[in-house]
């Protein structure tokens, strides 16, 4: 029998929820689970380093994509951000290990595909099919991994371009990539990202759409598994599925068995106020 994967949403921080999670029946039965995480690792839960330090010691076991959070983790660490007052990643910049646990983090990859699910952590623009978000996404993991990574994540911020074309370079094509892979929510029609919009999930204006529903997206053929939108929560379709289910705003921590979409739910202590959100 071939080891089951399970694919969890957001972690944030919230390191008990995570424990519990691994350790629910349905999950700890199988000694040899591997886990596919989300993105969004650490930040605003309560026990960052300690999340870092779980999922880092899943060694092969885990494939954890970037998300926002753990990029603003890498930039705070690069000197490049300096950490907010609703940031809880002091305790990982303080850490013995903290060199060790950001060179781990910026080691992990922005997308990773398998048995037909396709993981990132915000999601992927609809021209790209998903050689392309696989190609995309190496260039910008290449970058952080490099001895440069610091001057990447000195650039990465700011809202624009907000559509691709394959000629871009340097800091405005690995921008465009790092913001689709992990800010992303809600396109035009045409595919553009838009990011001055927060509203509730269906109370999107006319002429946005979320990017999952862009026409003629190039990933419709295969199922895309992302975090990141807590208000949208947990959605599952045949090409897409969100697992964001808030466990940092009080909702919960979700895993799905990949390879029939099981659920296993853990419910959270709310560490943030929601009507923060």
């Not at 089951?4 to 199988?30: F, K, N």
């Not at 309560?46 to 954890?64: C, N, T």
């Not at 911020?157 to 074309?165: D, E, I, S």
């Not at 295969?222 to 697992?243: E, K, N, P, Y």
Request: proline share 5%.
């Amino acid at each position: 029998m071939t080891s089951s994967i399970w694919m969890i949403g957001d972690i944030q921080g919230c390191c008990d929820s995570l424990d519990q999670l691994l350790a629910h029946p349905d999950i700890a039965a199988d000694p040899d689970a591997r886990f596919w995480f989300a993105g969004d690792l650490v930040n605003r839960g309560p026990r960052s380093l300690a999340s870092l330090r779980r999922i880092k010691a899943l060694g092969d076991r885990a494939v954890a994509v970037l998300g926002n959070h753990d990029l603003h983790l890498l930039a705070a660490a690069a000197g490049v951000r300096r950490p907010g007052k609703s940031d809880t990643i002091d305790d990982i910049l303080r850490a013995p290990d903290r060199n060790e646990l950001i060179d781990w983090l910026r080691n992990r990859p922005l997308a990773h595909f398998a048995q037909g699910h396709l993981l990132v952590h915000a999601g992927t623009l609809a021209k790209w099919d998903v050689d392309k978000t696989l190609a995309l996404a190496g260039e910008v993991q290449e970058a952080l991994r490099g001895p440069n990574w610091q001057k990447v994540l000195q650039k990465m911020y700011g809202n624009g371009p907000v559509n691709w074309k394959d000629d871009f370079k340097g800091s405005k094509r690995l921008r465009v990539i790092i913001n689709a892979f992990t800010r992303m929510r809600l396109c035009t029609p045409s595919g553009h990202m838009e990011f001055d919009t927060k509203v509730a999930p269906g109370a999107w204006p006319a002429g946005l759409v979320p990017w999952f529903d862009v026409p003629r997206r190039a990933t419709k053929d295969i199922t895309v598994v992302f975090g990141h939108w807590s208000t949208l929560g947990l959605m599952i379709r045949s090409d897409a599925i969100c697992l964001d289910t808030g466990c940092v705003w009080g909702g919960q921590l979700t895993a799905m068995r990949l390879q029939d979409h099981k659920l296993v739910q853990i419910e959270c202590e709310s560490s943030l106020d929601p009507h923060d959100h």
